[in-house]
């Protein structure tokens, strides 16, 4: 067996999904250079999460946000960006298994949230999953499950709206652009549950602030937000 995985990496090299430099021993998604260029973020917003360039959050004194605390593990570089891009696009499943072990040292590290009783992605319209072929949010909240030993329950949000790519639109248009954009699937009893909502990157806040306010509707107990990244 370790002869034939030595002549499939001889023909088919596996190279770093940032860089492409060819991989050596122990390294598994990124070169050691790239994997040490992810930034962590670890001084922000107490509710938002949002980096602090002072005292005060400008993003909370501008917004209503619904859920109780949100965080992202990385800021959004050049490496994040590839590697989520591969994910999103390429359904590079490694990658997701990659970001699960890192957002569990994280949590190790940091204890970001009180108790969580479920795990749950932001979802993609049936029509958008059927092209793509899955949900990249789904993938990383299978894997973060994976990792922290917490249920995973892919089918607790439902995409209702058909919504635009939210890339190029502002922060107004963004919130409107998913304004009632989901429901809550009724076969789960959410009261009183604190619920993590895992998305790949953090931009403006709206999908997950839309979600977030649905769920209060439902009267569950704490809405937490995990990104992998924060633009």
Same mark, same amino acid.
């Given at each position: 067996m370790n002869l034939l995985n030595s002549l499939i990496d001889l023909i088919f090299p596996?190279?770093?999904?940032?860089?492409?430099? &060819? !991989?050596?021993?122990? *390294? $598994?998604?990124?070169?050691n250079k790239c994997e040490n260029s992810l930034e962590i973020i670890t001084? +922000?917003?107490?509710?938002?999460?949002?980096?602090? *360039?002072?005292?005060?959050?400008?993003i909370c004194q501008v917004n209503d946000f619904y859920f109780d605390k949100a965080r992202s593990i990385y800021k959004f570089n050049d490496t994040v960006q590839k590697l989520i891009h591969? !994910?999103? =696009?390429n359904d590079?499943?490694?990658i997701a298994k990659f970001f699960g072990r890192k957002v569990n040292n =994280?949590?190790? $590290?940091?204890?970001?949230?009180?108790?969580?009783d479920m795990i749950v992605p932001v979802p993609l319209h049936r029509t958008k999953?059927?092209? &793509?072929?899955? #949900?990249?949010?789904?993938?990383?909240?299978?894997?973060?499950? %994976?990792?922290? #030993?917490?249920?995973?329950?892919?089918k607790l949000?439902? &995409? @209702?709206?058909?919504? %635009?790519?939210?890339?190029? !639109?502002?922060?107004?248009?963004?919130?409107?652009?998913v304004a009632e954009a989901f429901k809550v699937n009724a076969k789960f009893d959410v009261k009183g549950k #604190?619920?993590? +909502? +895992? %998305?790949? +990157?953090?931009? @403006?806040?709206s999908t997950v602030n839309s979600i977030s306010r649905l769920l209060r509707e439902q009267d569950v107990g704490k809405i937490f937000i995990f990104t992998i990244a924060r633009a």
């Open positions: 596996k190279i770093c999904f940032s860089c492409d430099r &060819r !991989l050596v021993k122990n *390294e $598994k998604v990124l070169c001084n +922000v917003c107490d509710i938002c999460g949002s980096i602090l *360039e002072s005292e005060n959050c400008n591969e !994910l999103k =696009y590079f499943k490694i =994280y949590f190790e $590290k940091f204890s970001p949230f009180s108790k969580i999953k059927r092209s &793509r072929g899955f #949900n990249q949010s789904e993938l990383l909240a299978s894997a973060i499950s %994976d990792q922290i #030993n917490i249920k995973h329950i892919p949000l439902k &995409r @209702t709206k058909f919504t %635009d790519s939210q890339t190029k !639109l502002s922060r107004s248009e963004r919130q409107n652009n #604190n619920i993590l +909502v +895992v %998305d790949d +990157v953090f931009t @403006t806040g």
